[in-house]
């Protein structure tokens, strides 16, 4: 065995000491086991954010091998604070996934690697997953919590607005902006579903259609009725500050000042390998998933996002949660059938 000198000695002794000084983020990171020679896991898990780690916590601690994989852009990277999660409300997005990462990294089963998984191939065994730097992964199971990308309108200014002042939902972020006043983006069904579940929030809105209404007129007079207003002029960018918006800028060449803008902008799945792998879609553009989140493919699970419609950080921890539990249940079935 290589002997080692006194001065290495304390030098050694010297970093342990101030790696466990460190703050907790940097200690977190420095536990990270993002290297890892082995490639081959019982699970894959594609997408570390909310419901991946949650759904690798409970796998890691019933003893599975797991490997993460995540490319790092969850879809509330761009909003200041969460909301509406018990014991993290108010933080930042980053911070409750940093603190998740750290508390899964400590189970010696589940590796995390940094990367994009850039394609899924069925094999005897399972699956092989490659990513885009170039490695290649193989386990009996996939998860996918891939989350969703929303995509922007050709509308300038939205997308730096997006998750500030551009809002999606009002349970995450009404009760910050109550009583302003508030604008929402939507025409037809859209816009009167909108209207009436954010008047809960205020009743100073104005519906913007960006062109024609596609309002019915029954729903134009239920609009009315509450004191909402519909702008029909098409719109062509918003006035900002680092995403706080002042004013939205109309085609005519008027312009509208106001707080907060609601927005459900159309999504797609962040990652197509699910469907490359033959897993459906729901109407929605959703994974589609049984009561075990089992998808329409042989041992392949989603969670989080990618497909559910309740889109919240609580929601996507525990579907992930119970993913980890029944994906367990699958394999402790199949082994002792063995
Ligand atoms: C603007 C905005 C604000 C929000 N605010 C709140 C709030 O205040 N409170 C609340 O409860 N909810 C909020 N939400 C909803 C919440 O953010 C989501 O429900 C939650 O992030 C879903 O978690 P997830 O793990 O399913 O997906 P995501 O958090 O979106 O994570 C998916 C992960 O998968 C990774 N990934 C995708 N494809 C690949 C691939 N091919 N290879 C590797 N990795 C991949 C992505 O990089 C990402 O890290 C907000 C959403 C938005 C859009």
């Known amino acids: 065995m290589k002997k080692i000198s006194r001065r290495e000695l304390i030098k050694q002794g010297g970093l342990v000491l101030s790696v466990l000084t460190l703050p907790f983020p940097l200690t977190a990171f420095l536990n990270f086991n993002e290297m890892t020679d082995n490639k081959n896991f019982d699970v894959i898990i594609i997408g570390g954010s909310y419901a991946g780690l949650s759904a690798a916590m409970t796998l890691g601690r019933a003893l599975r091998n797991v490997l993460i994989i995540d490319s790092g852009l969850p879809c509330n990277r761009q909003t200041p604070h969460s909301h509406n999660f018990i014991t993290q409300d108010g933080e930042k997005p980053s911070v409750i996934a940093e603190k998740a990462k750290g508390q899964v990294l400590k189970y010696d089963t589940v590796k995390f690697l940094t990367d994009l998984a850039v394609k899924g191939t069925k094999t005897d065994k399972g699956f092989e997953i490659s990513t885009q730097s170039g490695k290649l992964f193989s386990a009996r199971k996939l998860i996918f919590a891939t989350g969703l990308k929303d995509i922007m309108p050709n509308i300038k ?148 996002d990618s497909a559910n419609p309740l889109r919240s950080v609580p929601y996507a921890v525990s579907t992930g949660s119970n993913t980890g539990v029944f994906l367990n249940n699958a394999m402790i079935e199949e082994d002792f059938l063995k």
Do not use: M
């Open 157 to 304: 200014g939205v997308s730096e607005c997006w998750g500030i002042t551009v809002l999606h939902c009002p349970y995450c972020h009404g009760y910050e902006v109550k009583n302003q006043k508030t604008g929402i983006f939507a025409n037809g069904y859209g816009a009167f579903h909108l209207a009436r579940l954010i008047r809960n929030w205020t009743k100073d809105l104005t519906i913007f259609t960006n062109g024609k209404s596609e309002l019915t007129q029954e729903q134009t007079d239920e609009i009315k009725r509450h004191n909402i207003s519909i702008v029909e002029r098409e719109i062509t960018s918003l006035k900002h500050k680092d995403g706080v918006v002042e004013e939205i800028f109309f085609s005519d060449n008027t312009t509208f000042q106001l707080k907060v803008i609601y927005s459900r902008p159309p999504f797609e799945q962040h990652c197509k390998i699910p469907e490359l792998l033959g897993c459906e879609l729901t109407e929605q553009g959703l994974l589609k998933v049984d009561a075990f989140q089992k998808t329409t493919v042989d041992n392949i699970f989603a969670c989080g």
